[in-house]
């Protein structure tokens, strides 16, 4: 049985747990206000909050609710607009969204007020402000002028201090009923009782190809490692880790100074909420970002069996053909281990892609080396959208080794680079256009590199 809170009422419930979050909301409880639009994960207008009780609070996430399930749910909070109602009043992000004239056909609005009102109940926003917030969600007639002075509006009604539940009840942004929450979570069972028939971990590629199928399955969300370890040489992830974890990770971002900028370019905030290391390397498409980005730290993985054996692997020899792994049927990725870097390190992430934010790449690129007065040490790169499998490339990182690190060497490098890419013509762009942009991009890193301080 999936237990967990809809808004204000517990649910209890026998319908199998891959069945579709949003269609359980809108068909079983007759919750209209969560609305279909792609089903694709693409418009925000499924979006809801789903909170997890921890040490005693709750963090609330949007997500998706056609990529996610019943199981994803089990033992938590989920909140759709109706729940971010208060008595006889709108609540600030109705209040802004009214004031500012933010809505016409009103199709995408509950989606931006779920949203918005994430903002306040999640402990990533002190990153990111309430825009970033709206990052996955798409509307159609308002124009976005309006709806962006609505989130001024309503970031500044928050001001700078920060603020605990308590506050924000008591002024307007949320129900008063948010406050017995924890209480009614602890008491539920947060274990999902079901044998593992299809393995999903955040859905969100899963979910977008099989939601159909899923819906008649008990589904069992992986039970892999969530997270992040450092030791003294090495960043262990686990498999499970989503895009949100490493935003909000102090130690990746004292490595990668510039990770949250390279994140906004993975899908939107609430696709990066459920989304993991393990699934975009499993997807194995050839522009995965996160493939190509840990590609370029000559990232191992631990992959671990059914009986618990373990087998190493580089990233690199992880991906064999297009959609082709190496990676049994009983095996799972455990983590994503990289070393830290010593001494001066660069590191820099590129993506080109028909909109700058919430799309995936033409072509996307990253690159680490370390360097010492001016000579790279180690370096790898990498390159997506240019082969059947995310690329490292082995020559060019090869060749860089000694170097100094200016135009001429990534000149020299570029043209290794070519030798060993086969990109094809296809949606994202034409063989020759690829071609151009893996040398633009791997120019890119150097001037990046050469803007920044060493
Ligand atoms: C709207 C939208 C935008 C997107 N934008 C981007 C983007 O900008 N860049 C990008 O790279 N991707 C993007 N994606 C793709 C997707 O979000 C990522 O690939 C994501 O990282 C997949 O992770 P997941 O946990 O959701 O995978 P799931 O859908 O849960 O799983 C994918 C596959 O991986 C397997 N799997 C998951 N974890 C493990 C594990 N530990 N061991 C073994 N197998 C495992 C599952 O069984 C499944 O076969 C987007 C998707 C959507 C819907
Ligand atoms: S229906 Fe469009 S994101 Fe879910
Ligand atoms: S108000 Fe019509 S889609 Fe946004």
Redesign the pocket.
């Known amino acids: 049985m999936i237990e967990f809170l809809l808004n204000r009422k517990k649910i209890s419930t026998n319908v199998k747990s891959g069945e579709n979050l949003l269609q359980f909301i809108r068909e079983h409880e007759h919750l209209k206000g969560t609305k279909i639009g792609c089903r ?3 418009c925000g207008a499924c979006t809801v909050l789903v909170g997890t009780l921890q040490n005693g609070k709750v963090d609330y996430k949007s997500v ?1 609710s056609c ?1 996610s399930s019943l199981a994803a749910v089990h033992g938590k909070h989920v909140v759709t607009v109706e729940g971010l109602n208060i008595e006889n009043q709108l609540n600030k992000a109705q209040q802004a969204m009214h004031e500012h004239a933010a809505t016409q056909c009103g199709f995408c609005t509950p989606g931006f007020v779920v949203s918005m009102t994430g903002t306040v109940l999640d402990s990533s926003s002190k990153h990111a402000t309430t825009i970033d917030a709206l990052s ?1 969600n798409i509307c159609r007639c308002t124009g976005y002028k309006s709806i962006e002075k609505a989130a001024n509006q309503f970031d500044s009604e928050i001001g700078e201090a920060e603020h605990n539940l308590d506050w924000f009840i008591q002024h307007g942004f949320v129900p008063e009923y948010f406050s017995t929450v924890p209480k009614i979570l602890e008491d539920m069972q947060t274990i999902v009782p079901y044998a593992n028939n299809r ?10 190809r099989e939601a159909g199928d899923l819906a008649d399955l008990t589904i069992n969300y ?1 039970q ?1 490692n969530n997270k992040i370890e450092i030791t003294a040489e090495k960043i262990i992830l686990g ?2 880790v989503t ?1 949100t974890q490493l935003w909000d990770s102090p130690e990746m971002n004292k490595i990668f100074p510039k990770l949250r900028q390279h994140l906004q ?4 905030k609430q ?1 990066r909420n ?7 390397f ?2 194995a ?1 050839p ?5 190509v980005f840990f590609l370029a730290l000559n990232a191992e993985l631990c992959l671990k069996s059914e009986a618990n054996t373990e087998r190493r692997l580089a990233l690199r020899n992880f991906f064999l053909d297009y959609k082709k792994l190496d ?1 049994q049927k009983n ?4 983590s994503i281990e990289f070393s830290i870097p010593s001494g001066a390190f660069f590191f820099n992430f590129e993506k080109v892609s028909k909109r700058q934010y ?4 033409s072509v996307n690129s990253a690159m680490s080396f370390t360097i010492e007065k001016n000579i790279i040490k180690e370096a790898h790169v990498s390159l997506g959208g240019v082969a059947a499998v995310p690329k490292y490339l082995t020559k060019t990182s090869a060749f860089l080794v000694g170097k100094l690190a200016d135009e001429t060497t990534i000149a020299a490098a570029t043209e290794i680079a070519q030798s060993e890419i086969s990109p094809i013509d296809d949606l994202r762009g034409s063989q020759a256009y690829k071609r151009a942009l893996a040398s633009q991009l791997l120019l890119q890193h150097i001037l990046v590199f050469k803007g920044e301080k060493f």
Do not use: Q
């Open positions: 694709e994960g693409d998706t990529l996955g393995a999903v971990a955040g859905g969100t590629d899963v979910y977008v992986l892999v498999g499970g895009v370019l993975i899908s939107s696709i459920m989304a993991t290391i393990a699934g975009n499993v997807n498409s522009i995965g970002d996160l493939s990676l095996e799972r990725i455990e919430l799309d995936i790449a």
